[in-house]
């Protein structure tokens, strides 16, 4: 690919993006954005990009990836949103596309609307920009630019099922750090993994920006790997708070603000440090190991004494009502047979019904729930002959039980996909004074692997009886 403009000519001129990131402000990204296309710095901009990146010279040639930890008010959207605009509309890419295809950019978040701020930008720099509103075709939508160059800019969720296929000219992922998908473990990785492959055939860069969150994830590793002298010297990341790279009177105060209140949390969220404290629960290696590949559930076998737990939910909010059924094998081994979910909006009552018919097909007339605040559950499973007892141990408890089954593999579970990715997202969570609590992330779920992890945690440390051996 080459460059129509150069970055800095770009940057500096009034007529492209010069009013976009104007002045003293915005001097340290324009110092990023110039060497990330691997042109030269001044000695005043290589001081700024050390500071940023800990490498004492910018890189010789484009970077193939730019990541950018950045406390929040940073500016990093509005300047992401150039570094996309100048690789859609400032490359020539005549000739690099086949009769009838179009080069697409992405611009991801974790859901589409939290991507429609870049989105804001790139529609606004593509509108009132005269050298590139003449570029545009039709009337952009609330998701499309098309471009007179054959390149689409497309805001969309990240899915790595949506970026896989077209032709890339670049991407750009939005606080990467964030992206617990309800339905998806290690949904950035596999995002990245899918998106990357679409970038070889032009060369495109990949653009990365996010405020930092815990030390796990793609955004950590690519960080811990390639932050400083030693890094890819293609992968460019930068660390920065977010006085250092938009500065104002304003956000001053803000962030003097959000320091004195929590001084933990600002520190993540404006000073781009990553939290201490916050760990995977567990490995994706020792979940697969526990795993029976293939088995989505196990029928009733005669003789076997099974036992059940529940994940009561109303109905009418964000949680499914569980249900887990296991038994305990004669090596010791705590075995998962069965786990179903119903998810909202559902009739309560409907729902008991429904897991009743299963627990009698498992011969089962008892069932240990979440310790759940209502008393609905355990008057409405009484009434289609299925006693309720409420457990007693909290969720933090059962999964601090559950760890060291899986830890010794004495648990045997379902290749049921929707339950492993809870328990992959499932989070360590260490307290001043040492005191840890196990978790999901913001904005996710582990109803599933909470009946899963309660009815295994029952069989994997009940003492074999006699009924049991006859």
Not at 169 to 186: K, M, P
Not at 191 to 200: C, H, V
Not at 375 to 402: C, L, N, Q, V
Not at 442 to 462: E, M
């Amino acid at each position: 690919m080459s460059r129509i403009i150069t970055m800095r000519a770009a940057l500096t001129d009034p007529d492209i993006f010069g009013a976009i990131l104007p002045g003293e402000t915005w001097a340290a990204w324009r110092a990023i954005l110039i060497a990330s296309q691997g042109e030269p710095l001044t000695d005043d901009e290589r001081v700024i990009f050390t500071g940023l990146t800990g490498r004492e010279r910018e890189p010789d040639e484009p970077c193939d990836e730019v990541w950018g930890v950045v406390g929040r008010r940073g500016g990093k959207t509005r300047a992401f949103a150039v570094a996309a605009a100048y690789m859609a509309a400032c490359v020539d890419y005549e000739g690099r596309f086949a009769p009838g295809q179009r080069g697409r950019l992405p611009v991801m978040a974790s859901a589409k609307d939290q991507a429609t701020e870049a989105f804001r930008y790139l529609l606004g720099i593509f509108t009132e920009v005269p050298m590139f509103a003449d570029m545009v075709e039709g009337e952009p939508t609330q998701d499309t630019i098309r471009l007179s160059n054959r390149v689409d800019i497309v805001v969309q969720p990240a899915n790595f099922k949506t970026v896989r296929g077209p032709t890339l000219v670049a991407a750009v992922c939005d606080e990467i750090a964030f992206w617990h998908l309800e339905g998806a473990a290690n949904p950035d990785r596999e995002i990245l993994r899918a998106i990357r492959p679409g970038l070889m055939t032009l060369g495109g860069p990949l653009f990365v920006l996010s405020s930092p969150y815990a030390k796990k994830g793609e955004l950590y590793a690519t960080y811990r790997r390639d932050f400083g002298a030693k890094g890819d010297p293609r992968v460019l990341v930068i660390q920065a708070p977010t006085l250092a790279m938009h500065d104002s009177p304003k956000i001053q105060r803000e962030v003097t603000r959000a320091y004195e209140r929590d001084a933990e949390s600002a520190k993540a969220e404006f000073g781009a440090e990553f939290r201490d404290g916050i760990s995977d629960f567990v490995g994706t290696e020792v979940v697969d190991s526990c795993t029976d590949p293939g088995v989505v559930s196990r029928d009733p076998v005669p003789g076997i004494a099974y036992s059940a737990f529940i994940d009561p939910a109303g109905g009418s909010g964000q949680d499914s009502f569980t249900l887990a059924i296991g038994h305990r094998a004669e090596d010791g081994c705590g075995v998962l047979d069965h786990v179903a979910g119903i998810a909202p909006p559902f009739s309560p009552e409907a729902a008991c019904i429904e897991f009743a018919a299963t627990l009698n097909l498992y011969g089962i007339s008892k069932v240990t729930g979440d310790n759940y605040a209502a008393e609905w559950p355990k008057e409405m499973m009484r009434t289609h002959g299925i006693t309720y007892e409420r457990s007693d141990k909290a969720k933090g408890t059962i999964y601090a039980e559950f760890l060291p089954l899986l830890n010794s593999r004495r648990v045997r579970l379902l290749d049921h996909d929707p339950m492993r990715k809870q328990l992959l997202n499932l989070e360590r969570r260490t307290a001043w004074g040492g005191k840890d609590s196990i978790d999901h992330p913001a904005n996710s779920h582990d109803d599933l692997i909470n009946a899963a992890a309660g009815v295994l945690v029952g069989a994997g440390t009940r003492k074999l009886s006699i009924m049991d051996l006859l």
